[in-house]
């Protein structure tokens, strides 16, 4: 079965300082992978998705990473703001899984201003 | 409208009633997806519809049946549901859920409570 598992579980951080969040996933063989972002009790935000021919993708103060051989996508996250407070979830997608995304418990995140 | 949305926002029901999630996406999308967030575990995926076929069943019980009547509109229809079916269901939608064009944009979610 495949796991993608989200370390830390939660992470606060003062107002400003560059963090990476961290999402590990079993079997290198991936489609794609894409990240979210959810405030409490609300849906899904999609941030960047990485398709597995990509290294890492950029928007604004986010850069998302990939490397396959080690099973491994960071979320760096520059300059944080306390708008950036947040569970932040990583999905994958493998070539031999069918359709599903699965998804990882998510990092929470809480910015202090 | 824009994006996904989603009605109910939220829903209290007893274990003998019957009620009906809907989803709709404005995004012109062919594929949209049915997922359950329970609390302390990870999304789970319930049910895929590609151009209005059902792709994937993720071992649902059949208490939760979906429909799929247009690439625009998704329902989840439920009856005689447990308690442990509370949780947050969320509808997702892409472009195609077999490309590479597989971007999933969320609606906000209906929050279930089941009584």
């Known amino acids: 079965k495949q796991e993608v598992t989200q370390i830390p579980a939660a992470l606060s951080v003062p107002e400003g300082e560059n963090l990476v969040l961290n999402c590990s996933f079993t079997?290198?063989?991936?489609?794609?992978l894409q990240w979210f972002r959810q405030d409490p009790g609300k849906g899904l935000t999609s941030l960047l998705l990485?398709?597995?021919?990509?290294r890492e993708q950029t928007s604004g103060r986010l850069n998302a990473s990939l490397d396959k051989s080690s099973g491994r996508s960071t979320l760096y996250i520059a300059a944080s703001q306390p708008g950036d407070s947040a569970t932040y979830l990583c999905?994958?997608?493998?070539?031999?899984?069918?359709?599903?995304?699965?998804f990882g418990p998510g990092t929470r995140l809480s910015v202090l201003p | 409208e824009t994006g996904v949305t989603q009605t109910p926002r939220h829903l209290v029901m007893g274990m003998t009633n019957k009620k009906s999630l809907k989803c709709e996406q404005h995004?012109?999308?062919?594929?949209m997806y049915w997922y359950k967030q329970s609390a302390k575990k990870p999304l789970e995926l319930m049910f895929v519809?590609?151009?209005?076929?059902?792709?994937e069943n993720n071992s649902v019980p059949s208490r939760f049946s979906p429909e799929c009547p247009n690439s625009s509109h998704l329902f989840l229809h439920l009856h005689t549901l447990q308690p442990e079916d509370s949780a947050l269901y969320l509808c997702?939608?892409?472009?195609?859920?077999?490309?590479?064009?597989?971007?999933?944009?969320f609606g906000p979610g209906t929050r279930l409570t089941v009584l």
């Open positions: 997702a939608s892409s472009q195609d859920a077999s490309g590479r064009f597989n971007e999933q944009f």
């Open positions: 079997d290198s063989a991936i489609y794609n």
């Open positions: 990485i398709q597995s021919s990509q």
């Open positions: 999905a994958v997608r493998w070539w031999n899984y069918g359709q599903n995304f699965v």
């Open positions: 995004l012109g999308h062919n594929a």
């Open positions: 519809y590609n151009f209005k076929e059902q792709t």
